[in-house]
Nanobody
Framework: QVQLVESGGGLVQAGGSLRLSCAAA????????MGWYRQAPGKQRELVAT???????NYADSEKGRFTISRDNARNTAYLQMNNLKPEDTGVYYC???????????????WGQGTQVTVSS
């Protein structure tokens, strides 16, 4: 029903910047949450940042002050501006899209295939 199209990953030197984009193709909902998760080599997938349709954001501590998440409600698109990248930011970044909040849970939960971000020393 929903297909996530990701772009922007790649190889960058430490201290550099990248901007990730994730567009959710499908019906536009008035209330949703989009976000980015990272799975580093040998590590579990962890939250990087999320944003709701209303603009509320949440960041992991290590990303605060360096990463900025934003969204375009009309296009169901989330962006992640990553500045001052560090080698520990390396990993596969997965876009996540949740919608149809029923008051208790998100009834729909979609994931992208992931995009590789590699930060070299």
């Amino acid at each position: 029903q929903v297909q996530l199209v990701e772009s922007g990953g790649g190889l960058v030197q430490a201290g550099g910047s990248l901007r990730l984009s994730c567009a959710a193709a499908g019906s536009i909902f008035s209330f949703y949450r989009m976000g980015w998760y990272r799975q580093a080599p040998g590590k579990q997938r962890e939250l990087v940042a999320t944003i709701t349709s209303g603009g509320s954001t949440n960041y992991a501590d290590s990303e605060k002050g360096r990463f900025t998440i934003s969204r375009d409600n009309a296009r169901n698109t989330a962006y992640l501006q990553m500045n001052n990248l560090k080698p520990e930011d390396t990993g596969v970044y997965y876009c996540n899209y949740k919608r149809n909040w029923d008051g208790s849970i998100w009834r729909e939960d979609y994931w992208g295939q992931g995009t590789q971000v590699t930060v070299s020393s």
